[in-house]
Structure formats: C-alpha cells, structure tokens
C-alpha cells in the first residue's frame, strides 16, 4: 500500500494567519489531491494539483485563499490563508497509487482557528 | 457529477451484532472504495471494489456495477469498529472521487 506522510496532524491558530501543510508520498504520482472535511460533514475537493502546471480548483474554492504548490511529482503543498474560524476542518491529502489506482490517504490535518 | 447516497445515516448496535451498510451511485464508475474514519480523522482503506466480492476478516464488500450499489457487511461487531464509514467513487481513471455523506457507527459493549 501506499505511504503518504501529511504534517502537521493538527493545529490551532490565530485568525488571519496562514497555515502550510506539507503532503509527501513514498512513490511518484501525476495527480494529487486536496480535500476538507468540515466539522461533522463528507469530504469535499478543495483542489487537483498537477506537477508543472497550475492546481485545479472546485467551485466556491479560490487560489487566493488556497494557494497550491506542486514542485515534483511526490510533493505538494496546500496554504489556508488569513483563516478565520469557518476553515477549522479536517484538511486531506489524497493520491492514487498502483495499477489498480486505488486511492489513498494522508493522515489528515486537523486545524482549529481562534 | 455523479451522486452518491450512503443509508443508513447513524446505526447503533451492540458488540457482536452484524450490519449491512448500502451505497447507492447515479451513474457508471471505474472504481468504487470503502474507508472507515477512525475518531482522529484519519481514512482507513477497506475495500477496493469497483465490482464483485471481496472479504477482509470480519469485513466484506460487495458491489454490483449494474445495478449501482454495493454492501459493506461488517460482521460480529467491535467497539473499535465505531466510526465513520465513507463510500467513494471515480468515474475516470486517475481523476478525484466522490464521496458519500457517510454512516456513523456506534458499537456499544
């Protein structure tokens, strides 16, 4: 199985700070992905991320309030900018891994704005 | 996009008893997966199950690509099987998936 490795696990930050979390996957792969999982809700995309090109974004999710990197094809990054606490949710990132390209999972990034 | 419907919302059982958890999807996929959310939010792989029947322990899928659906059956239920139990499912190669709203498990001793 796959090994994604997401940090931090959780935090709590101030409102109108920024928090960066860091997605890495044991393997290389084209497509990335981020989702949010709001308190006591599914998970929705926020963003598909392509290495070498810019990240996708769903409706009602903007690059400026999200912004993206993906410098290689094992690394990505996701930015929650000047949050406030309607981002406190459960951020995830997601990549499919193998032939068979199931789907796997970072161990998410809990945050907490206050 | 395609819609996809989790039933039920919330069971509560008593350790020891079975369940059957449905998910229904509106249109043709290429895979279909099964994860349980354990309470510190990370997601547990089931089942990749786009179609047929898969066993893991006391844990079994079974999805008919036809008629769109598929079964998780968890048997002989454990107090650590409580948690939030997701279907998904991508209707291309590669592409995102799309999640269910979920069953809440709770397994009482």
């Known amino acids: 199985s796959a090994v994604i490795s997401q940090k931090p696990s959780r935090d709590i930050c101030q409102r109108g700070t920024s928090l960066t979390i860091q997605c890495q996957v044991d393997?290389?792969?084209?497509?990335m992905f981020w989702y949010r999982q709001q308190p006591g809700q599914s998970l929705t995309l926020i963003a598909t991320?392509?290495?070498?090109?810019?990240?996708?974004?769903e409706s009602g999710f903007v690059i400026d309030k999200f912004p993206i990197s993906r410098p290689n094809l094992t690394f990505s990054t996701l930015t929650v900018s000047n949050m406030s606490p309607e981002d406190s949710s459960i951020y995830l990132c997601?990549?499919?891994?193998?032939?068979?390209?199931?789907?796997?999972f970072g161990q998410g990034t809990r945050l907490t704005v206050v | 996009g395609i819609q996809v419907e989790q039933s039920p919302p919330d069971l509560i059982l008593q350790e020891g008893a079975n369940s059957t958890l449905r998910c229904n999807f509106s249109?043709?996929?290429?895979?279909l997966q099964w994860f349980h959310q354990n309470p510190w939010g990370q997601l547990i792989n089931l089942f990749y199950?786009?179609?047929g029947t898969k066993q893991n322990g006391r844990l079994s899928a079974t999805t008919v690509a036809t008629e769109r659906y598929s079964l998780l059956y968890i048997s002989s239920s454990q107090t650590t099987d409580s948690g939030v139990y997701f279907c998904?499912?991508?209707?291309?190669?590669?592409?995102?998936?799309?999640f269910g709203r979920g069953t809440q498990l709770t397994v009482w001793p």
């Open positions: 997601s990549a499919p891994r193998g032939q068979g390209t199931e789907a796997f």
């Open positions: 393997s290389q792969v084209t497509m």
């Open positions: 991320a392509n290495q070498g090109s810019e990240a996708t974004y």
């Open positions: 249109d043709s996929v290429n895979n």
């Open positions: 199950i786009p179609s």
């Open positions: 998904a499912v991508r209707i291309r190669t590669l592409g995102r998936l799309y």
